[in-house]
């Protein structure tokens, strides 16, 4: 059982005491149950049958820690966030009812199913509490702050696991920066935390404090081989224990080689003539065009075929629309053709005419 087995011992002593009910912890549900009583009952309700419907509501309420006790689904304690989710839904159908201003007999039929549907609730936040926030911590020493649902006590608990939270193998280049992390995901729910001591562990098993503070990681500059080996993490609380103990073991790798790739617009050696060798600009100096310059690049090349289509496009246009325009005025064209072609002939004849009547007037 674990860290359950106190709490569980506790929670079965604190049935003797008088109690409470979670929800009634919150002073915002005692204020809405008074108000119902001085407030709305006057108004909704017989006078005599004020006082018997609030002790049974109050019963009701106070029921609601009458769930039985088991590791996965309730333990007799709540945390601060199950506790503000359950008052606020019995909040929210409370002030529902009260607003429908619904009276008699009816509103103490509703007021009854509502808090019978707000214990089930209850029930499943508490089951999700102890199945997912309750000591979250898998190893080390977690303190969590804890509200009794007996007596509405806060109280920290000890969830205590193993100290030792294993080993983690860093692998690092020479001349890198080293960082060793030691934070959990649940620190920062914890209470009672202090500060965070990194140790180096040498070959015979003794220690040395290499920095201790509230920054949960240790980083080191620019490591070389000298600092490879064991460190230590260690997570201090306000209790005697540590919280968290992990340990890093550092390997340095050599030094990472960084090949230098010379740029494609950059001359080698190969491609300048010896010509070239002399300072400034010279006759026989070769000019060297960029990448861009030498091969057209897909871009280039879209673009011209989209120039060319949009052409082409445009020619076939105009054709189109010759053909129409001759296709409707092709009677008018051809008048205009045949009576360009009279005209011509008659001009002819008129001229050749003359001609006719001179030769005759000569011949006689």
């Given at each position: 059982m674990g860290p359950r087995l106190p709490l569980l011992v506790?929670?079965?002593?604190?049935?003797?005491?008088?109690?409470?009910?979670?929800?009634?912890?919150?002073?915002?549900?005692?204020?809405?149950?008074?108000?119902?009583?001085?407030?709305?009952?006057?108004?909704?309700l017989g006078a005599e049958h004020h006082k018997n419907v609030m002790k049974r509501v109050k019963q009701a309420v106070q029921d609601f820690?009458?769930?039985?006790?088991?590791?996965?689904?309730?333990?007799?304690?709540?945390?601060?966030?199950?506790?503000?989710?359950?008052?606020w839904s019995l909040l929210k159908d409370l002030k529902r009812i009260t607003d429908s201003e619904v009276k008699g007999e009816l509103f103490?039929?509703?007021?009854?199913?509502?808090?019978?549907?707000?214990?089930?609730?209850?029930?499943?936040?508490?089951?999700?509490?102890?199945?997912?926030?309750?000591?979250?911590?898998?190893?080390?020493m977690m303190l969590q702050t804890l509200i009794w649902c007996s007596n509405c006590k806060k109280q920290v608990h000890a969830c205590r696991k193993s100290l030792d939270c294993?080993?983690?193998?860093?692998?690092v280049h020479e001349m890198e920066d080293m960082i060793l992390d030691c934070e959990l995901n649940w620190h920062h729910a914890s209470q009672g935390l202090t500060d965070y001591s990194f140790y180096r562990v040498w070959s015979n098993k003794s220690e040395t404090l290499v920095s201790k503070g509230k920054e949960p990681s240790l980083t080191k500059t620019m490591v070389d081989p000298v600092d490879a080996g064991t460190y230590r993490c260690q997570l201090d609380t306000v209790q005697s224990s540590p919280a968290t103990v992990i340990h890093f073991h550092v390997t340095v790798l050599p030094k990472r080689i960084v090949e230098l790739i010379p740029s494609s617009n950059i001359p080698t050696q190969d491609e300048v003539a010896p010509s070239e060798g002399t300072w400034g600009p010279t006759k026989s100096s070769t000019t060297l065009q960029s990448p861009t310059s030498q091969s057209p690049t897909a871009e280039n090349i879209l673009r011209g075929r989209l120039v060319g289509l949009l052409i082409w496009g445009f020619v076939v246009?105009?054709?189109?629309?010759?053909?129409?325009?001759?296709?409707?005025?092709?009677?008018k064209v051809m008048d205009s053709i045949k009576s360009w072609f009279r005209t011509g002939n008659e001009t002819a004849q008129s001229s050749q005419f003359p001609e006719k009547k001179a030769t005759k007037s000569r011949s006689q």
């Open positions: 506790a929670a079965l002593a604190s049935c003797v005491l008088p109690a409470r009910g979670c929800v009634l912890c919150d002073a915002k549900v005692v204020e809405a149950l008074n108000s119902l009583e001085t407030d709305y009952l006057p108004g909704h820690k009458e769930l039985p006790f088991d590791e996965d689904s309730y333990m007799g304690v709540v945390d601060e966030s199950t506790l503000e989710k359950a008052s103490v039929k509703e007021l009854f199913w509502m808090l019978h549907l707000q214990k089930d609730t209850f029930a499943r936040y508490a089951a999700q509490f102890q199945k997912e926030a309750f000591c979250p911590n898998k190893c080390g294993g080993e983690r193998k860093v692998k246009l105009i054709a189109g629309i010759a053909t129409v325009t001759l296709c409707y005025r092709s009677e």
